[in-house]
Every structure is written in structure tokens, then in C-alpha cells.
């Protein structure tokens, strides 16, 4: 039962019972796979300032005037094209990753989800477990890469709902686990197990992660490092064990004019072929849940583009999502960040 003080009115908030809450936190996606849904996600998204780092008053007449206008179309295609009964892939793997969670923490936790954007809204979900009595709560980004564009937004968001708050809920906040002995073990095995199901040989695995612009490395974004030393890991990690496998890197989903990352996914793909590889396994070890840039970028236009230029086999293998190494993994790295709370 809630204590509640004798002064305060009946129909005053409850007082916190001091339970400990887990918000677990992805990208976020659109609501259907419209172009009018896309639009509304993609208005919000790329309205971030943390995503796309250009004056406001240089990038929106950008946005609102071309992006918007073209975009949301060519995009909703594509999530037609990996949407399920249920919705969106990322939201329905975020939520069935806090249900596991919620199993193996137990009822003294509560876990929530949310996306930063679209809905469920972190704002919702904070105020839902504060409902419930959370006092502590733990934000976990699911991004095990930090960026400013991932991770920090997150924490900017739920900063924005404590702002308004007269009597705050403490924080914690998850950090980057891209060097983790947990997750590399966990993407480790379950790498090693899709390849040793696949009905082929591969040559190659190349470990795609999502792109982000050249200039945030240079601004000191840690983000292309935390990706290099994932990959590093988890070559020395399989390497041993595939004698004969090559381990390649590359970066994805480039978005506008400027220039990204590289080396690009889809030259790697067409590079390779062009060297007569012609088997090749894709993991995607950034993304925490399979979505549009992994079932539909890697899997379906990836395996296009590899075809297209001489391949003959492309696996794009299956993010952690909830498999047991995943669950494994996510419920490690929570665990370990509540110590002293539970
Ligand atoms: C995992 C890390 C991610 C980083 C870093 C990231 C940066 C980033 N993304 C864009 C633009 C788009 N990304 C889109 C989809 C998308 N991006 C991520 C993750 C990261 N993005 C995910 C998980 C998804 C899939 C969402 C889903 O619903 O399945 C899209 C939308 C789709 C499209 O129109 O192509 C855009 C746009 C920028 C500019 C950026 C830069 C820092
Ligand atoms: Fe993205
Ligand atoms: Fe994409």
C-alpha cells in the first residue's frame, strides 16, 4: 500500500512507495506504414537537433520543402515491405524485449518501453512508472553504440519531462556497452549459430552498423570508434573459431548530401562481388531490434545490389532481438546498473 502523509488531500498524487523502474528506450518508428504516418515520423525526427546538426532556420525550409514532400512516399513503400500484423517490427521486438525483461527482473522492478520518437512517448512512460511508484528509474537507450544522435537524445527527452517536475524521479542512465564482454559473447554466439544454420559457406561476415555524418566524428562523436571496437571484439572473439572467415565493416542507411562514414555498405557489397566473393553473411550489430534499415535495407536491397554485381549468396542474420543470448545480455547489463537499487 501507497503511505500517504495526513496533510496532503485526498485526491493529492500518491506518494511514492519507493519501487525501482527500467524504461527501455529505442529509435522509434511511424504508426503505419503511409506516407502520411511516415511523414508525421520523419517530421519529428529529422526535427531533432541532435540528429541533424544544421541551423533550424538553414534545414527546415529543407525539410518542410523537399524531405517531407518526397520522402515519406519512397519510405513508406519500404515499410510496407517489412511491416507485420502486429505493426512495426522495432516497436513489437522493444516491447517483447521489456516483457522478457519484466520475467526475468521480476515484479520488485518495473519495466516500461518507449520510443523517442513516435509513441509510446518516454514522457508517458516515465509518468506511468512514477504512477506505479517508481521512484529509481533506470533509462536504458538500447543503443549499445553511444551517439549523440541515439543515446543522448534519449536522455535529453527524459530530461525534458524531469524539467517540468516539482518532485523528480532519480535517474540512472544505461552507458554504452559496444565494448562489453556481455555483448560480445552474446552477439558471438549468436552469430556463430545463425552461420551454422545458413544452407552456405560464407566468405565473408560483414558487420554493417548505421551511418552518421563524417563531421560528428571529427566534432569528437565517439560513435564510429565504439563501432571499429565492437567489430575489433567480435573478429577476436569468432575469429579463432572461423579460420578461413573475413571480417569486413562498413556503415549504412547514408541520408543527404553530406558526406558519411564510410566505408558504405552497399559500395562494400558491390566491392566484394567485383573481387568474386560470392558468399557473403551480414550482421548488423548496432541495431538491438531487427527493423526497416535491417529487414529491408540489408536483407532485401542489400542482397539486390550483392546479385546485381556477381554475387551469389547474401544471409542478412538476425539482430539479438530476444533471442536467448540477447535476453541474456540485456538482462546482465540491467541488473548490474540497478546494483545498490535492488
Ligand atoms: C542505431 C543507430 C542509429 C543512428 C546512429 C542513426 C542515425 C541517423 N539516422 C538518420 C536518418 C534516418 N534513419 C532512419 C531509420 C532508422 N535509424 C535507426 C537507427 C539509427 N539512426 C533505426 C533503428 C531506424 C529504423 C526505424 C524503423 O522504424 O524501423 C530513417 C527512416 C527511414 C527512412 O526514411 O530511411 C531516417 C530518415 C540520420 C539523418 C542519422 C544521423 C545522425
Ligand atoms: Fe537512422
Ligand atoms: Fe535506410
Redesign the pocket.
Known amino acids: 500500500m501507497t503511505w500517504q502523509p495526513q496533510h496532503l488531500p485526498a485526491d493529492h498524487p500518491a506518494v511514492h512507495s519507493g519501487n525501482v523502474g527500467v524504461l527501455v528506450v529505442n529509435l522509434g518508428t511511424p504508426e503505419a506504414p503511409t506516407p502520411k504516418a511516415v511523414k508525421k515520423y520523419l517530421a519529428e525526427f529529422l526535427s531533432d537537433r541532435r540528429v541533424v546538426e544544421i541551423p533550424p532556420i538553414a534545414w527546415q525550409p529543407i525539410l518542410r520543402g523537399i524531405i517531407l514532400n518526397t520522402r515519406p512516399k519512397k519510405s513508406a513503400h519500404a515499410y510496407s515491405q517489412v511491416w507485420t500484423e502486429d505493426g512495426s517490427p522495432l516497436a513489437n521486438i522493444t516491447k517483447a524485449q521489456a516483457e522478457g525483461l519484466q520475467l526475468r527482473l521480476g515484479s520488485g522492478v518495473k519495466v516500461a518501453w518507449a520510443m523517442r520518437y513516435g509513441k509510446p512517448t518516454i514522457a508517458d512512460q516515465l509518468q506511468h512508472l512514477m504512477d506505479a511508484g517508481c521512484d529509481r528509474i533506470l533509462l536504458a537507450p538500447l543503443y549499445p553504440q553511444y551517439s549523440g544522435a541515439t543515446t543522448a537524445t534519449v536522455v535529453d527527452k527524459a530530461a525534458d519531462k524531469l524539467k517540468a517536475m516539482r518532485w523528480q524521479t532519480s535517474l540512472r542512465t544505461l552507458p554504452p556497452y559496444h565494448d562489453d564482454p556481455a555483448y560480445i559473447t552474446a552477439l558471438a554466439s549468436d552469430i556463430g549459430r545463425q552461420i551454422d544454420t545458413l544452407d552456405f559457406d560464407p566468405e565473408v561476415l560483414l558487420l554493417s552498423f548505421h551511418g552518421m555524418p563524417q563531421r560528428t566524428l571529427e566534432l569528437g562523436d565517439p560513435y564510429h570508434c565504439h563501432c571499429r571496437k565492437t567489430a575489433r571484439l567480435l573478429e577476436e572473439a569468432m575469429g579463432p573459431q572461423r579460420q578461413g572467415l573475413r571480417f569486413e565493416t562498413s556503415f549504412q542507411?547514408r541520408f543527404g548530401p553530406a558526406k558519411w562514414l564510410e566505408p558504405a555498405t552497399d559500395d562494400t557489397l558491390e566491392r566484394l562481388a567485383g573481387e568474386g566473393v560470392k558468399r557473403v553473411a551480414i550482421a548488423a550489430p548496432g541495431f538491438s531490434a531487427d527493423c526497416?534499415?535491417t529487414l529491408e535495407?540489408l536483407a532485401i536491397q542489400g542482397k539486390e545490389q550483392f546479385e546485381e554485381a556477381g554475387g551469389e549468396h547474401l544471409a542478412a542474420l538476425a539482430c539479438l532481438n530476444t533471442s536467448d543470448a540477447g535476453m541474456d545480455m540485456l538482462e546482465h547489463i540491467i541488473r548490474r546498473e540497478l546494483s545498490g537499487w535492488t
Open positions: 542507411s526497416l534499415e535495407e
